[in-house]
C-alpha cells in the first residue's frame, strides 16, 4: 500500500521508525518521498522512472519546502536531459578518516604545523583507530558521533600500535579532554563541508552533538613539595630537566621542549616562551635561573636547551612515559603529568600572595582561566586575613 500525504514538518516528524525501512509521498510532489529508516534516520528522495532516483538530503537538515524545491528542480532537467544533471548531488565516497586526514593536510599547507600535529595526534588516537572512521559523511548520522563520543570517555577503543611515549591501550577520558576531541572532529567535518567534500545539510549530524556539561572541574590532583622532589629524584636521564623546568617556572610542558639557546638572558634572567600562540618574556627565579644556566653551557643560539637523551627535541609522546615511569617510581599517585606540576605551580603562587593578573602573564594563560580554575584559593586567602583583622 503507497502512503502519500501532503508532507509537513508535524508529519516528518512523528512518522515513527518500523522493523522495515517506509516511505511516506508527498501529495504536492508527487515524486517526492521521505524514506524513513529503522535506525529513525529520515531521508529525502525525488524518482522520476520506475527504478531511478535521486537522494536529496536528510531530514531535518533538508526542510519539506526544501525537498520540494529540489525534487522541482530534478524533475524539471528531467524533462531536459531524460535525467536530473544540473541539480545531481555529488557522489561522496568520503569517509570521516578522510577528511580528519585532509583537515590535518591543510593545517600543515597554512602553516600551522603544532596544531596540525596535535590534531593527527588526538584522530590517531580516537577516530583512525574507530570504527567512526570507516563510516562514509553521506551516512554519518548524530547517533554515530555520539555513540563515539560515549567510547571515547569509556575508553572502550581498539588498542594502537606501540609508539614511544604512549600506551597501546586508551583509557577513560576527563569531559574536557572528550570535549576537546569533539571539537577537532568537529572542525574536520566542517573542513569536509567548505571543501564541498559534504553537501551543508549533513552538517546537523555532528553540530547536533553538543560538548559534554560540567566538564570545565579545576584540576585535583595536587603534589606537596616533598612530592615534587621525589618525582625529580626518581627522573631518569634529561627529563629530569624539563620536570625541573616546569615545577619552578608553571610553563607550560611544549615551553621548554621548543625553547632554544638565544631565548635565554642570562644577564636578565629571563626566558622566552612561544607556544599555544603566545610570545612572552618572564623573569626567572635564581633556583630556574641556575637550572638554564646549566643547560645554556656552550650550546649554540640556534640550539634546543631542553633535549633527550639523543640529543633529539622534546615531544610530548617521547616524555609522558618517562614522567609515568618516574612517578610510580617515586610511589606518587596514578595521573601525575607534567601539567599537574603546573598546576601546584600556580596554586602556591595564588596561596602565596601573588596576584591573579601576575600569575596569569607568566604562566601565559588568560586571566579569566585563572579566575576560574584558581579563585577559590583567592577568596581562602582573603577569608583568613579578614579573620585577623578586627573592624570593631
Request: proline content about 5%; aromatic content about 6%.
Amino acid at each position: 500500500m503507497k502512503l502519500s500525504k501532503r508532507l509537513t514538518s508535524a508529519i516528518v516528524e512523528s512518522a515513527k521508525p518500523e522493523d522495515a525501512p517506509y516511505r511516506i509521498w508527498d501529495t504536492a510532489v508527487p515524486q517526492l518521498h521521505v524514506r524513513v529508516q529503522p535506525s529513525g534516520v529520515k531521508s529525502w528522495n525525488v524518482q522520476w522512472s520506475r527504478t531511478s532516483s535521486r537522494s536529496l538530503g536528510k531530514w531535518p537538515g533538508v526542510t519539506v519546502e526544501t525537498a520540494r524545491t529540489r525534487a522541482r528542480a530534478a524533475l524539471a532537467e528531467t524533462e531536459q536531459h531524460g535525467a536530473p544533471a544540473a541539480v545531481a548531488m555529488p557522489k561522496l565516497e568520503t569517509t570521516v578518516t578522510d577528511a580528519c586526514r585532509d583537515y590535518v593536510s591543510s593545517l600543515k599547507k597554512s602553516g600551522r604545523a603544532e596544531t596540525a600535529a596535535d590534531a593527527d595526534r588526538r584522530f590517531e588516537r580516537c577516530v583512525y583507530c574507530d570504527k567512526l572512521g570507516k563510516v562514509k559523511l553521506v551516512d554519518l548520522h548524530q547517533d554515530d558521533v555520539e555513540a563515539w563520543r560515549d567510547r571515547v570517555e569509556k575508553g572502550e577503543l581498539p588498542a594502537l600500535a606501540k609508539k614511544k611515549g604512549r600506551p597501546p591501550e586508551a583509557k577513560p577520558l576527563a569531559k574536557s579532554s572528550v570535549n576537546r576531541m569533539r571539537t577537532v572532529l568537529v572542525a574536520a567535518l566542517n573542513h569536509a563541508v567548505a571543501r564541498r567534500k559534504a553537501t551543508p545539510d549533513l552538517a546537523i549530524e555532528w553540530t547536533s552533538v553538543k560538548p559534554l556539561r560540567d566538564a570545565g572541574k579545576r584540576r585535583e590532583l595536587y603534589l606537596e613539595r616533598t612530592q615534587r622532589r621525589s618525582l625529580l629524584a626518581a627522573a631518569d636521564g634529561p627529563v629530569g630537566d624539563l620536570i625541573e623546568c616546569v615545577a619552578l617556572t608553571g610553563c607550560r610542558p611544549g615551553d621548554p621542549a621548543v625553547c632554544l639557546r638565544e631565548d635565554y638572558d642570562a644577564r636578565t634572567a629571563s626566558v622566552r616562551f612561544r607556544t599555544k600562540g603566545h610570545d612572552r618574556k618572564i623573569p626567572l627565579s635564581p633556583a630556574a635561573a641556575e637550572l638554564f644556566n646549566r643547560l645554556a653551557k656552550g650550546k649554540l643560539p640556534k640550539a634546543h636547551l631542553f633535549t633527550q637523551a639523543d640529543g633529539k627535541a622534546w615531544t610530548a609522546d617521547a616524555w609522558s612515559q618517562p614522567v609515568r615511569d618516574a612517578a610510580a617510581a617515586a610511589q606518587l599517585p596514578e595521573g601525575v603529568t607534567l601539567y599537574v606540576l603546573r598546576h601546584c605551580w600556580i596554586t602556591d603562587a595564588i596561596v602565596s600572595g601573588m596576584d591573579l593578573l601576575t600569575v596569569a602573564k607568566l604562566t601565559g594563560t588568560s586571566l579569566t582561566m585563572i579566575e576560574k580554575h584558581y579563585g577559590h584559593l583567592v577568596h581562602g586567602a582573603a577569608r583568613d586575613k579578614l579573620a585577623q583583622v578586627q573592624f570593631l
